[in-house]
């Protein structure tokens, strides 16, 4: 079992920054991806970004540009800097685990608020 815990979100004016964490811990692989998804109300949880235990990276088309994505593999660390926020970006925060063994399994964070004000 990998255990997430995230930190970070909050209430931020339009124009202004955040950053998120997520600390796996646990039963962790040495091949994974970590990521951000998020879920706004009323809409299906979409995928933010995502990097590999390589360091690969996948970003949404609405958040490039203005959110980065980084990791700490000796800290099993995934960070989300969040720039230049929208309204639109207010959301609930889910840190994703997915790790690659003999089966491909997924973790899930219990979710952080980030709401922008605008």
């Known amino acids: 079992q990998v255990q997430l815990v995230e930190s970070g979100g909050g209430l931020v004016q339009a124009g202004g920054s955040l950053r998120l964490s997520c600390a796996a811990s646990?039963?962790?692989?040495?091949?994974?991806?970590m990521g951000w998804h998020r879920q706004a109300p009323g809409k299906q949880r979409e995928l933010v970004a995502v990097?590999?235990?390589?360091?690969?990276?996948t970003y949404a088309d609405s958040v490039k540009g203005r959110f980065t994505i980084s990791r700490d593999n000796a800290k099993n660390t995934v960070y989300l800097q969040m720039n230049s926020l929208k309204p639109e970006d207010t959301a609930v925060y889910y840190c994703?685990?997915?790790?690659?063994?003999?089966?491909?399994?997924?973790?899930w964070g219990q979710g952080v608020q980030v709401t922008v004000s605008s």
């Open positions: 646990g039963s962790t692989f040495s091949l994974n991806v």
């Open positions: 994703k685990y997915r790790a690659y063994d003999r089966l491909i399994n997924d973790y």
């Open positions: 990097i590999s235990s390589a360091g690969t990276t």
